[in-house]
C-alpha cells in the first residue's frame, strides 16, 4: 500500500473524514480509493468489545470474554515477563476478534489513594511503571495489535476529569509524570498515544503542542499517532495545529467540517492536515498487513492464565505464622467476597465475564464452613451476620475474612470520599479477632485502604482486583500450594492525611495545584521519614530470601558511561519461591532537591529451596540524573552515590557506592551576588576554590582538632558557601579589580 498515494488521491474532505471516528470503536473508511476503517476497544485486563451500541463507561454489553489482574495487580508481580505474556494473550485475542487496537494500558501516576481508577494504573513510581508497560505493549504489539497509552499526561483524578487542569512545575511533570510515556514511546515503541481529557496547567492536553508535539515527537522521537479520549476534543484545529491525529469517537463530522474550513481559509495547512493523515494511515496499513482473522483465541487456556497472573500479583502484606493454612484444619470463610468475589472495577474497562471463580467454590477439598460476615451494598452493620460468623470463626482453626472495597468505591468517573473500607467490616473483623486467635484477611480492593484492624489479625494478603478467578488463586495462596511473591507497587499509608497531595486534592473548581511536587508515594514518606502502614515494594513470601556479594563494576564513572550491578540471591527458606529484587539509587549528598532513594532497577528471580542465583543490573545516565529545569535536561550532579539492594523500599539489605562525574555543566552567569558556594557548580568555579581554600585555611585546618567544633574548618566552610562574591572584596581576599577579573573569567564562554 502506498500511503502518499492514497493522500494524492483524496479530497480535501476526505482527508478531513479520515481524522475522526466513523462511529464509537471504528476509524473512518474512504471506500473510493480502498481505506478500510479499523476497530478499536477498550481493555486494558481484557478486551471489551462491543458488537451493539457503544458507550465509553462500561453501561452496555460487550462479549464476553476473560477479566484479568487489573493494572494496580499487575504492578505488584514486579514482573516484566508476566506483563509481556499478558499483552502477548491479550494480543491474540484481538486478532480473533479483528481489533485493530486495543486501549492501554493506562500509564498514569498514583498521586493519591483517592483517584476512583487507581485500579487501572501501574504505581507511584513512574520508572516501575514505564518499565511494566513497555513490556505489556511489546507483547501486544508482537502480535500486530497496536497499544494505546492513556492517559497524556497528568490524568491523575477522576473529578472535574473532563474539563480540570493539573497545575505543576516542568521539574515535576518531566520527572514524575511523564517518565511511564517515554519508556512506552522509546522501549515499548507504542504505536499509539491517548491524550488526555484534562489540561495543563490551563491548557488541555488535546491542544497542547508542548505535549503532543515539543516532548512527544521531538524530544522522545515519537513516531505513532496520537488519538484523543473519547470525546476530549474542544477545538479541532488547534488540536491538529497541536500535534493530535485521530478524533474519537465519531460519527457527527461536525468537526470535519471545521478542518475543512480552517485549510479553505488559509488558517491551517495543508500539509499539517497530510501529516496527520498519513500517521493514521501509517496505523491502518500496518493493521491490514498483521492482520490475522483466522487467530483462534482459547478461552479456557486464557482464563487459566488469568489464575495464574493473579497468584503472581499478591501481596502477603503481614504473616505471623496464620499462613498457609494446613490443609487438614477446619476453616472459616467469612465475608461475601469469599462467595462473590470482586476482581475488577468499574467503567470503560469493565469486562464481561461470564463466571468469575470465587473462592469457596474451589475451596471443595478442604474442610471449609461459610459464614456471609457482611452485606456488601450495606454500609451499616447486620447484627445477625456478624453473630453467624462469630460462631464460624470461634468453631473453627482458623477464620479467614475475605473483605475490602465495593464495586462502588471503585469506579471511572468519581474518586473515592476517603480511603477507609466500610465501618460493617471493620467491625466484623475486629470482633472475629477476640474470638479466634488465627485470623487472615484476604483484601480485594484497587489501592490502598486504611487497616485499623491491623494490629489485631495474624495474616494480610492482598488480592488487590485479582480478575475473574481471584477467588481460586487466593485459596491457593492461602493454602501454600502457591507462594506470595508480589511487591507493593504503591505506600499504603497509616491514613489518607499522610499523603502527599492530601492539602490539595482532588482541587479546587477544577484547579488541582501539585504543590508536593516531585515528592510522590515513597519519595515524600522516604524524606519525612515518616512511618507508612506498608512501604513501596513490600511483599512477604513463605520462604526466606539471604542476599549477598553486591558488586559494582566500577567504582567511578563519567554520567556518559554505565554501571553494571550484581548481586545474588538465595532461597534459604524450605519453599519454591520468587522475590521481586529492587535497587534504589540515593545521592549522598546532594545539592538539588532529591528524593532520599529512587527505584533504578528491578528483577524478577525464581528460586527453589536452596537455589542461588546472580541477578544483575545496568544503570545508566537516567539511573542518577533529576530534570533540571535552567537546561530543560536530565542533569547529574558530580558526587558519590549509593546503590541500595533491597526486598522493600525501606528494607535495604546491601550497600555500595559509586562516584559519578557529570558531564553537562548547566550555564551560570555569575555576579557579585551569586554565593560563594555556588563556585562548585561549574568546573572553572571548581578550579578557583580549590585555590582559594588551600590558600586561607593550609594553617587552620592543620590545627583543627575539633572538626565540628565552633570556628572549625567544617563551620568556616559553611559560612563561607553562603557568602556573595563580593565579601571575598569585604574580607579583604581579593581586590575588586581582581573580583571584576575572577567574574570575566568565570563568565566567559
Ligand atoms: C476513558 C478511556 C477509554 C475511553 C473509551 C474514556 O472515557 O477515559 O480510558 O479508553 O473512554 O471507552
Redesign the pocket.
Known amino acids: 500500500m502506498d500511503i502518499r498515494k492514497w493522500i494524492a488521491e483524496m479530497t480535501l474532505e476526505e482527508k478531513a473524514s479520515l481524522c475522526s471516528g466513523r462511529d464509537f470503536w471504528h476509524s473512518q473508511n474512504v471506500d473510493r480509493v480502498g481505506i478500510p476503517s479499523a476497530m478499536m476497544c ?1 481493555g486494558p485486563h481484557g478486551l471489551r468489545k462491543q458488537k451493539g451500541e457503544g ?3 462500561g453501561i452496555n454489553v460487550s462479549i464476553e470474554t476473560v477479566c484479568y489482574p487489573t493494572a494496580s495487580a499487575l504492578a505488584a508481580s514486579f514482573d516484566r515477563d508476566l506483563l509481556r505474556d499478558l499483552g502477548a494473550t491479550l494480543g491474540e485475542e484481538c486478532q480473533a476478534e479483528d481489533v485493530a487496537m486495543l ?2 494500558p ?1 500509564l498514569n501516576m498514583k498521586r493519591s489513594p483517592l483517584c476512583g481508577r487507581n485500579f ?1 494504573y501501574f504505581s507511584e513510581d513512574p520508572y516501575l511503571a514505564g518499565e511494566l508497560g513497555a513490556s505489556y505493549i511489546r507483547g501486544l504489539q508482537g502480535k500486530g495489535v497496536a497499544a ?1 497509552v ?2 497524556f499526561a497528568a490524568n491523575n483524578q477522576e473529578t472535574r ?1 473532563m474539563s480540570g487542569s493539573s497545575n505543576l512545575d516542568e521539574r515535576t511533570l518531566h520527572e514524575i509524570y511523564l517518565p511511564a510515556f517515554e519508556a512506552a514511546v522509546k522501549k515499548g515503541k507504542t504505536r499509539s498515544i ?1 491524550c488526555a ?1 484534562n489540561g495543563i496547567n490551563g491548557t488541555f492536553c488535546a491542544e497542547d503542542k508542548m505535549l503532543l508535539t515539543d516532548i512527544l515527537r521531538e524530544k522522545w522521537g515519537y513516531d505513532g499517532f496520537v488519538v484523543t ?3 476530549a476534543v474542544k477545538d479541532r484545529v488547534k488540536g491538529i495545529v497541536a500535534g493530535l491525529d485521530l478524533e ?1 469517537p465519531g460519527g457527527l463530522g461536525v468537526q470535519d467540517g471545521d478542518i475543512v474550513k480552517a485549510v479553505q481559509e488559509g488558517r491551517l495547512e495543508e500539509a499539517k492536515l497530510d501529516q496527520t493523515v498519513e500517521r493514521i494511515l501509517v496505523f491502518l496499513r500496518d493493521y491490514l498487513d498483521a492482520r490475522k482473522p483466522e487467530t483462534v483465541a482459547d478461552r479456557k487456556e486464557m482464563s487459566e492464565k488469568s489464575g495464574a497472573f493473579a497468584a503472581q500479583c499478591a501481596v502477603l502484606l503481614k504473616n505471623e505464622g496464620v499462613l498457609p493454612i494446613d490443609r487438614t484444619k477446619k476453616i472459616a470463610f467469612i465475608g461475601e467476597f469469599a462467595d462473590r468475589p470482586r476482581y475488577q472495577g468499574a ?3 469493565h469486562i464481561n465475564v461470564p463466571h468469575a471463580i470465587s473462592a469457596l467454590e474451589t475451596a471443595s477439598g478442604l474442610d471449609v464452613t461459610y459464614a456471609q460476615g457482611f452485606d456488601v451494598h450495606r454500609e451499616e452493620r447486620n447484627d445477625a451476620l456478624l453473630q453467624e460468623a462469630l460462631e464460624a470463626a470461634w468453631a473453627a482453626d482458623v477464620a479467614v475474612i475475605f473483605a475490602g472495597l465495593p464495586d462502588a468505591y471503585e469506579t ?1 468517573g468519581a474518586d473515592r470520599d476517603d480511603m477507609g473500607m466500610p465501618q460493617a467490616q471493620n467491625r466484623l473483623i475486629a470482633e472475629v479477632a477476640k474470638v479466634q486467635k488465627n485470623v487472615a484477611v484476604v483484601l480485594h480492593g484497587g489501592a490502598p485502604m486504611e487497616l485499623p484492624w491491623a494490629d489485631q489479625v495474624g495474616a494480610i494478603l492482598c488480592m488487590y482486583l485479582g480478575g475473574e478467578r481471584v477467588g481460586e488463586a487466593a485459596v491457593k495462596l492461602l493454602t501454600g500450594e502457591e507462594n506470595p511473591c508480589g511487591k507493593l507497587a504503591e505506600t499504603w499509608p497509616l491514613r489518607l492525611e499522610d499523603n502527599p497531595s492530601y492539602l490539595n486534592f482532588p482541587g479546587v473548581d477544577g484547579q488541582v495545584d501539585y504543590r508536593e511536587g516531585i515528592y510522590i508515594g515513597y519519595r515524600y514518606y522516604d524524606k519525612k521519614k515518616m512511618e507508612t502502614l506498608f512501604p513501596f515494594g513490600h511483599g512477604l513470601s513463605y520462604t526466606e530470601f539471604a542476599y549477598s556479594d553486591l558488586r559494582l563494576d566500577k567504582a567511578a564513572i563519567p554520567d556518559t558511561e554505565a554501571l553494571t550491578v550484581t548481586c545474588k540471591v538465595k532461597n534459604v527458606g524450605s519453599m519454591a519461591g520468587k522475590e521481586a529484587v529492587q535497587l534504589y539509587v540515593r545521592e549522598e549528598n546532594p545539592h538539588a532537591a532529591r528524593p532520599v532513594r529512587e527505584l533504578k532497577g528491578f528483577e524478577k528471580v525464581s528460586l527453589r529451596p536452596g537455589e542461588e542465583k546472580e541477578v544483575r543490573f545496568v544503570l545508566d545516565k537516567r539511573s542518577f540524573a533529576y530534570y533540571e529545569e535552567k537546561i530543560h535536561d536530565w542533569y547529574v550532579e558530580s558526587g558519590a552515590y549509593a546503590v541500595e539492594i533491597g526486598a522493600s523500599s525501606r528494607d535495604i539489605r546491601l550497600e555500595g557506592s559509586v562516584q559519578v562525574q557529570g558531564t553537562v555543566e548547566i550555564p551560570m552567569t555569575f555576579t557579585y551576588e551569586s554565593a560563594v558556594g555556588d563556585l562548585r557548580k561549574t568546573a572553572k568555579g571548581r578550579v578557583f576554590l580549590e585555590q582559594m581554600t588551600a590558600q586561607s585555611s593550609r594553617a587552620s585546618i592543620q590545627e583543627d582538632t575539633e572538626a565540628m567544633g565552633e570556628g572549625s574548618s567544617k563551620m568556616d566552610e559553611r559560612m563561607m558557601f553562603e557568602m556573595p562574591l563580593r565579601s571575598i572584596v569585604s574580607f579583604g581576599r581579593m581586590t575588586m579589580d581582581q573580583l571584576d577579573g575572577l567574574l570575566a573569567v568565570l563568565n566567559a564562554e
Open positions: 477498550d458507550d465509553h463507561l486501549l492501554g493506562g487501572e494505546c492513556k492517559h476529569r491517548m481529557y479520549d473519547w470525546g474519537m467503567g470503560s474497562s471511572e
